[in-house]
């Protein structure tokens, strides 16, 4: 198998890290958080076909291109089925950032495991604790963890809307992503990339 390759794009009013991962022929998605015509233009650009979406969390700012994306694609959907109740919240919530409503889209459940991917392997972890169905995707050959919004550089995520909890987040930090590789690259929600050790020695809420 060749090298995957990465994309990244930011996408809707929250500027949501969006990650793109193919093989040069098909590829799938990562938290498609806005209009997704970049992601569009870069599949037809590159010829490649979406096979699968994945969402880290179902937060309005996280799903808003999931409807367009997998109606384009008919690529599935897949998310943890204990943040559906974020589901009918999210029409008001991308209201008030003044987007249209999100659409509603069905998903598959996806929990805790190992799965194949592109041909490489994809660790799903369970993270809860921004959200109580939040998944991290971590990639070994590629020292990468795609986390949402459950680490940051130098930060956490928000534990103060419904469903947070700190102590659950905590717990998920430090027994799900900070046992990874010290040189595992952190892709998070929002904001910059950061690395495993750098978290583990410098974050201002969760150290080693």
Do not use: W
């Not at 799903?63 to 384009?72: K, M």
């Not at 599935?76 to 999210?90: G, H, K, S, V």
């Not at 392997?121 to 963890?145: C, W």
């Amino acid at each position: 198998m060749p090298q995957l390759q990465f994309a990244h794009f930011f996408l809707g009013p929250l500027a949501t890290n969006c990650y793109l991962m193919h093989d040069g022929k098909e590829a799938v998605v990562f938290d498609p958080g806005g209009s997704p015509e970049k992601v569009l233009d870069y599949l037809k650009k590159n010829k490649l076909g979406l096979t699968a979406i994945y969402n880290t969390h179902l937060h309005f700012d996280h799903v808003t291109g999931n409807h367009a994306l997998a109606t384009a694609s008919q690529a599935p959907i897949y998310a943890n089925e204990r943040d559906a109740y974020l589901m009918p919240d999210n029409r008001q919530a991308s209201i008030l950032y003044g987007v249209p409503p999100v659409e509603d889209f069905a998903f598959q459940n996806l929990d805790e495991g190992a799965r194949t991917v592109l041909g490489t392997e994809m660790r799903v972890l369970a993270t809860p604790g921004h959200t109580p169905g939040s998944l991290s995707y971590y990639l070994p050959e590629y020292r990468t963890v795609i986390c949402g919004d459950v680490l940051f550089h130098g930060d956490i995520g928000r534990t103060d809307f419904k469903g947070g909890d700190y102590p659950t987040l905590e717990k998920s930090i430090r027994e799900k992503l900070y046992t990874l590789p010290e040189d595992t690259r952190v892709c998070p929600g929002h904001e910059e990339e950061t690395s495993i050790g750098e978290e583990k020695l410098y974050n201002n809420y969760v150290k080693a």
